[in-house]
T-cell receptor, first 113, second 110 residues
């Protein structure tokens, strides 16, 4: 079946604008993760959704970042009033509750000018 | 946020040489995962280790989980250019969540 998909693949925006990044997880996967990866760096955990439970937002760097997951499937990561330091690749991953192996999407490369 | 320590951060090897990356945690782990990220790509799952002292092999790759379940290693025998990329370990936090290591970037010189 289809893997994790993300859109857009690239996003260039001006400082101060809001952006929305979308993630379509693998069908049936109950867990969904968002990570941020700056150039040449590791994966920074942002937020985690598990089924209908309250999301773990402990990794969100500021209140400009928010995410939601509708109907237990598609997720949207929103960054308000973007700053240049928000420039990075934003990766989404999903996993089956039992397996816990994470399947990553191709990422969205965000550039804030 | 929490990050797992990996060493080395970078490794350059001649093609045919061996390569090892180490992952260390301050806590006893229930399990540990390894992922590979090719340049310009996204992380791809390689393996999960669960048992104390466990050793698993995938062709030229050997994965070990320490006896105390606090460290793990990935060893590649006779590296090839296709091995180029960054290797991450990931350790569980709460529930189904994992924290990724800082990664080891491998360059293979032909």
């Amino acid at each position: 079946g289809a893997g994790v998909s993300q859109s857009p693949s690239n996003k260039v925006t001006e400082k101060g604008k809001d952006v929305e990044l979308r993630c379509d997880p693998i069908s049936g996967h109950t867990a969904l993760y968002w990570y941020r990866q700056s150039l040449g760096q590791g994966l920074e955990f942002l937020i985690y959704f598990q089924g209908n439970s309250a999301p773990d937002k402990s990794g969100l760097p500021s209140d400009r970042f928010s995410a939601e997951r509708t109907g237990g499937s598609v997720s949207t990561l929103t960054i308000q009033r973007t700053q240049q330091e928000d420039s990075a690749v934003y990766l989404c991953a999903s996993s089956d509750l039992l397996a816990s192996v994470q399947f990553f999407g191709p990422g969205t490369r965000l550039t804030v000018l | 946020g929490q990050q797992v320590m990996q060493i080395p951060q970078y490794q350059h090897v001649q093609e045919g040489e061996d390569f090892t990356t180490y992952c260390n945690s301050s806590t006893t782990l229930s399990n540990i995962q390894w992922y590979k990220q090719r340049p310009g790509g996204h992380p791809v799952f390689l393996i999960q280790l669960v048992k104390s002292g466990e050793v698993k092999k995938q062709k030229r790759l050997t994965f070990q989980f320490g006896e105390a379940k606090k460290n793990s290693s990935l060893h590649i025998t006779a590296t090839q250019t296709t091995d180029v990329g960054t290797y991450f370990c990931a350790e569980p936090n709460t529930g189904n969540q994992f924290y990724f290591g800082t990664g080891t970037s491998l360059t293979v010189i032909p």
